[in-house]
């Protein structure tokens, strides 16, 4: 597809669940974002990849958080024992190339719901 | 470390009226910024950003903003607005040094458009 790719859209789990979230960024970028985005909030950043390293993590929130990107294209967001305040949209993103100031072109993001 | 404030959370405004939206961000250095867009049901897309140069910058849709170093503003304005402006409009901040472009978001500005 032409644009970044986030599967599920929706996401329902169970407290105490694991979950991951994929994300297929447009083919060729370097670059790719994790956010994530409360109700009434703006997105906030969780971890940033430059091809398959984490070169910036310091937004997880805590150890349940974890992402890979094996083969520096696909990536997925694991969350480990989920708690109710891990529900929100978590957004990804992709650039060309991991400058300051180049476009992060975003997906439609998955809504996770822990109940 | 930086922040964003977007002191207008809902703004109406009639149709062909023009609109401003209020950003106000804080840093410790240099920043580029932006404006992102969010449509219902649709991922976050870049209607502008100032990197340099021209303080007055051009993006789609008629959209425009000005950067006011002094004032540490980026405020989006829009000489006429149509309906399909109606979406949640969210001003955004990066470091112009370090890996990656790393965004600190505002709470967002949600636009209405009436007739």
């Known amino acids: 597809g032409a644009g970044v790719s986030q599967t599920p859209s929706n996401k329902v789990t169970e407290k105490g669940k694991y979950v991951e979230l994929r994300c297929d960024p447009i083919?060729?970028?370097?670059?790719l974002y994790w956010y994530r985005q409360s109700l009434g909030q703006g997105p906030e950043f969780l971890i940033y990849?430059?091809?398959?390293?984490?070169?910036?993590d310091s937004g997880l929130p805590n150890d349940r958080f974890f992402a890979v990107r094996p083969e520096g294209s696909v990536s997925t967001l694991k969350i480990q024992r989920t708690e109710r305040g891990d529900s929100a949209v978590y957004l990804c993103?992709?650039?060309?190339?991991?400058?300051?100031?180049?476009?992060?072109?975003f997906g439609q993001g998955t809504r996770l719901t822990v109940v | 470390a930086q922040s964003v404030t977007q002191l207008d959370s809902q703004v109406p405004v009639f149709e062909e009226a023009p609109v401003e939206l209020r950003c106000n961000y804080s840093?410790?250095?240099?920043?580029?910024l932006f404006w992102y867009v969010q449509y219902p049901n649709q991922g976050l897309q870049l209607l502008l950003k100032?990197?340099?140069?021209?303080?007055l910058v051009k993006g789609i849709n008629g959209f425009e903003a000005e950067f006011n170093k002094s004032q540490t503003s980026f405020h989006l304005r829009k000489p006429s607005v149509h309906i399909s402006d109606t979406a949640e409009y969210f001003c955004?901040?990066?470091?112009?040094?370090?890996?990656?472009?790393?965004?600190?978001f505002g709470t967002g500005t949600q636009l209405k458009v009436e007739l």
């Open positions: 100032y990197l340099s140069g021209s303080t």
């Open positions: 955004a901040v990066s470091g112009l040094t370090g890996g990656g472009n790393k965004l600190t």
């Open positions: 990849f430059q091809g398959t390293g984490a070169a910036d």
């Open positions: 083919s060729g970028h370097t670059a």
């Open positions: 993103a992709s650039s060309p190339t991991g400058g300051p100031g180049t476009e992060a072109f």
């Open positions: 840093s410790s250095v240099s920043v580029y």
